[in-house]
């Protein structure tokens, strides 16, 4: 074995290792998207998040095994769909073990980001069987479409780690199940005529945990973004890419926010920094830090301007941003791929060429994910439901759906307020599980 051989032999046993560490990254960036969704909202409805944001890891792996593997890199038919097969069971020794485990964290991350839009009153059945579709059916074929071979890869459509075939495609099952679902109770102010007067903000309950699971989720997305990496320059190129743009995404944010509202706002900042990392997901790899800074630049004001316009036009209630986060980050991400690549791009001498395909791609795949999406919760709202009933949801969902007194109970007494309510009478435990003080837990 010659010199050559042995460098090369070392290079493709060393980055298949950090192939699976990356996994093992994105794996571990479930706790982040956990503790953000879990500190953004009530307490009252912690033990329910954190449940969501374990079971849709552990349903997603059931599907991915069953379906969703074969359909995203199984034999390409048509440049549509992987053929399925059940090769984990069947040619165990030749399966290639290393893809199934990298594409399966990915997969789960789409479901979780659907998770924090619709928290706080969805039923717990209902989210584990559209997070069991969105595993098994969703995000394998368009993922498909992009990286198992099918038809926007053949037209060089790029998407280095899933702006689009993740976030993106989150975001907007995101907004369809937000749309469908209705907003908490209270959200939305009324007059007599039911016309909607003010929009009234729930402060998450413990903004440490979700400062907490944003520096998890960053941590996280170097292995989300480096681990498909083939090479050190590469490697390195593709951490300072994750580092500035939402480094900047974040510094933006502030100045921006403490224009518009006389301060800087912190658990914007903190949506920020998540938006920058969305936002350069698609094009880590393939622009340099002038194309990252832009980037992010555009990042940090687009969400603040799309959570208000979410809230403010659309009236529609997203607890955690993840509308304007993920989808809208998430849709400028693919696009911008367009703009600043150093090899095709618009602004690098490229033409409109990569341009247009990004384009395509971003129409083709919000197009499917909005049809299967909608189809799925019209079907699960008039079957078994999509909402839990009122009181369940000024009760609160630990003890409506899961029995749990609260998520907290070992470290100080039941209130109304501790549960999200307008009062400060301490409830006894046995009281709340038979639910007999319902009416007054939660508030509006």
């Not at 095994?65 to 069947?90: A, C, R, W």
């Not at 399966?95 to 839009?117: K, Y």
């Not at 679902?181 to 209270?186: A, N, S, T, V, Y």
């Not at 809208?328 to 791929?337: K, S």
């Amino acid at each position: 074995m010659d010199k050559q051989q042995i460098v090369s032999f070392i290079n493709e046993n060393m980055f298949g290792i950090w192939f699976l560490i990356g996994a093992a990254l994105v794996f571990w960036m479930q706790a982040g998207f956990a503790m953000v969704e879990t500190g953004f909202t009530r307490a009252k409805n912690a033990g329910n998040i954190l449940m969501k944001n374990l079971m849709d890891f552990c349903i997603g792996t059931v599907m991915f095994i069953l379906i969703g593997f074969s359909l995203l890199l199984g034999e390409d038919v048509l440049g549509f769909i992987g053929k399925p097969g059940f090769d984990i069971f069947t040619s165990y020794a030749n399966f290639d073990f290393s893809n199934f485990v990298f594409n399966l964290v990915f997969c789960a991350t789409t479901a979780t980001i659907v998770s924090g839009a619709m928290a706080e009153r969805t039923k717990f059945l209902s989210y584990c069987i559209y997070s069991a579709v969105i595993s098994a059916l969703i995000y394998p074929i368009e993922a498909h479409w992009i990286w198992g071979g099918g038809w926007l890869s053949q037209l060089g459509f790029h998407d280095f780690a899933g702006s689009c075939a993740i976030h993106m495609v989150g975001g907007i099952s995101a907004l369809i199940g937000a749309a469908m679902l209705g907003p908490r109770i209270g959200k939305f102010s009324k007059d007599k005529s039911g016309k909607i007067t003010k929009v009234n903000a729930f402060p998450g309950h413990n903004l440490p945990l979700g400062c907490l699971g944003c520096f998890i989720l960053w941590f996280g997305w170097y292995g989300f973004n480096g681990a498909a990496c083939t090479s050190g320059s590469q490697l390195a190129s593709v951490f300072l890419t994750t580092t500035v743009a939402p480094a900047v995404a974040t510094v933006v944010c502030m100045i921006f926010t403490w224009v518009k509202y006389g301060k800087p706002d912190v658990s914007m900042c903190l949506n920020a920094s998540l938006a920058g990392l969305v936002g350069i997901t698609a094009g880590c790899a393939n622009v340099d830090a002038l194309g990252a800074t832009i980037i992010g630049l555009v990042d940090g004001i687009l969400v603040v301007i799309v959570v208000e316009f979410i809230d403010q036009k659309l009236k529609i209630d997203d607890p955690v941003g993840a509308v304007a986060v993920h989808g809208c980050n998430g849709l400028w991400g693919t696009v911008a791929v367009g703009l600043f690549d150093y090899n095709n791009g618009v602004f690098y001498g490229g033409g409109f060429h990569q341009l247009g395909v990004q384009v395509l791609g971003v129409v083709c795949i919000a197009a499917y994910t909005a049809v299967a999406m909608t189809i799925v919760f019209t079907i699960l709202k008039h079957t078994i439901g999509l909402r839990v009933s009122a009181e369940e949801e000024i009760m609160g969902l630990d003890i409506a759906e899961h029995d749990l007194a609260s998520a907290y109970a070992d470290f100080l007494p039941i209130s109304a307020t501790t549960m999200g309510g307008v009062t400060t009478e301490t409830i006894d435990v046995t009281d709340l599980r038979d639910k007999k003080l319902a009416p007054i837990i939660g508030g509006a």
